[in-house]
């Protein structure tokens, strides 16, 4: 389906299932089918929107620069459409920075929050990396592959070559390279800070214990400053939790919206 928004661009998105609405949002390079493996397996329980950001999957691609504000400002147009102000928000990496400005801006469409493997502001060290693969970027999507799933993935995972690893070259390979720059340069602003303190929204934060673009300390930090969030890990994954290990991930936001969530 897609879903023309205010500015002009049409929102790609895909329903599955009935229950609980659940919205997810994807990591940088890739689209709303990087939620597919753990979609399958709650379907029966929730109703879930996998949505491909602007510039990403069959979403269009807009003729400038965008920002995270940009990118908040388009789901929580989608949200009020597809949901009745009471939405999960799930975001993995970028996915995870937009849902956190979805949550500062418009708190009243959301019921509970998960927040995978992403941060809340940067450091001089890591916004000069960010910046860095920005202006490398723009020498194509070929050389951009082996540092970013490697990045992603553990090194004994991304050896066995299997499905998940097959799903992401593809994504990064038919990225267009100049939004796949933007995309980075919308990551290095970011600076959310202490502001997080405001979301009251029950949280969840959820690490792969062995990912190497998120550390343990940025994402317990970003927990303890978040008022209603718990923080887990998913023991062995890398920095596509979800998608590495969607089966665990999925355990963990089933629990979630039992103890955490209104029924």
């Given at each position: 389906?897609?879903?023309?928004?205010s500015?002009g661009?049409?929102?790609?998105y895909?329903?599955?299932?009935?229950?609980?609405?659940?919205?997810?949002?994807?990591?940088?390079?890739?689209c709303g089918?990087?939620w597919?493996p753990l979609?399958?397996?709650?379907?029966?329980?929730?109703?879930?929107?996998?949505?491909?950001l602007r510039?990403?999957g069959d979403?269009d691609?807009?003729g400038?620069?965008f920002?995270?504000?940009?990118?908040?400002?388009?789901?929580?147009?989608?949200?009020?459409?597809e949901s009745?102000?009471?939405?999960?928000?799930v975001?993995?990496?970028?996915?995870?920075?937009?849902?956190q400005?979805?949550?500062l801006k418009?708190?009243?469409?959301?019921?509970?929050?998960?927040?995978?493997?992403?941060?809340h502001?940067?450091t001089?060290e890591?916004?000069?990396?960010?910046?860095q693969?920005?202006e490398?970027?723009?020498?194509?999507?070929?050389?951009?592959?082996?540092?970013?799933?490697?990045?992603?993935?553990?090194?004994?995972f991304?050896?066995?070559?299997?499905?998940?690893?097959?799903?992401c070259?593809k994504?990064?390979?038919?990225?267009?390279?100049?939004?796949?720059?933007?995309?980075?340069?919308?990551?290095?602003?970011?600076?959310?800070?202490?502001?997080?303190?405001?979301?009251?929204?029950?949280?969840?934060?959820?690490?792969g214990?062995?990912d190497?673009?998120s550390?343990?300390?940025?994402?317990?930090?970003?927990?303890?400053?978040?008022?209603?969030?718990?923080?887990?890990?998913i023991?062995g994954a890398?920095?596509?939790?979800p998608?590495?290990r969607?089966?665990?991930f999925?355990?963990?936001?089933?629990?979630?919206?039992e103890?955490?969530?209104p029924?």
């Amino acid at each position: 389906m897609h879903f023309r928004l205010s500015n002009g661009l049409a929102l790609a998105y895909h329903v599955h299932g009935a229950g609980r609405p659940v919205m997810f949002l994807h990591p940088i390079g890739t689209c709303g089918a990087f939620w597919d493996p753990l979609v399958e397996g709650i379907q029966d329980r929730c109703r879930c929107i996998t949505v491909d950001l602007r510039g990403h999957g069959d979403s269009d691609v807009p003729g400038e620069r965008f920002t995270l504000n940009d990118l908040a400002d388009d789901v929580i147009e989608l949200l009020r459409i597809e949901s009745k102000n009471d939405a999960v928000l799930v975001g993995c990496s970028l996915g995870g920075m937009v849902a956190q400005a979805v949550a500062l801006k418009a708190p009243e469409l959301l019921s509970g929050l998960v927040l995978a493997d992403t941060g809340h502001r940067q450091t001089n060290e890591s916004r000069k990396a960010v910046l860095q693969r920005a202006e490398d970027s723009l020498k194509g999507m070929p050389a951009m592959l082996p540092s970013t799933l490697a990045r992603w993935f553990p090194a004994p995972f991304l050896a066995l070559k299997g499905p998940e690893v097959d799903a992401c070259r593809k994504w990064l390979l038919d990225d267009d390279p100049v939004v796949f720059s933007w995309g980075w340069q919308a990551i290095s602003e970011l600076d959310f800070g202490d502001r997080i303190a405001n979301i009251k929204t029950p949280t969840l934060v959820v690490r792969g214990s062995v990912d190497a673009s998120s550390s343990r300390e940025t994402m317990q930090a970003m927990a303890t400053l978040l008022p209603q969030a718990r923080y887990a890990e998913i023991e062995g994954a890398g920095h596509v939790a979800p998608l590495e290990r969607p089966h665990d991930f999925a355990n963990l936001l089933l629990d979630f919206f039992e103890k955490d969530l209104p029924a």
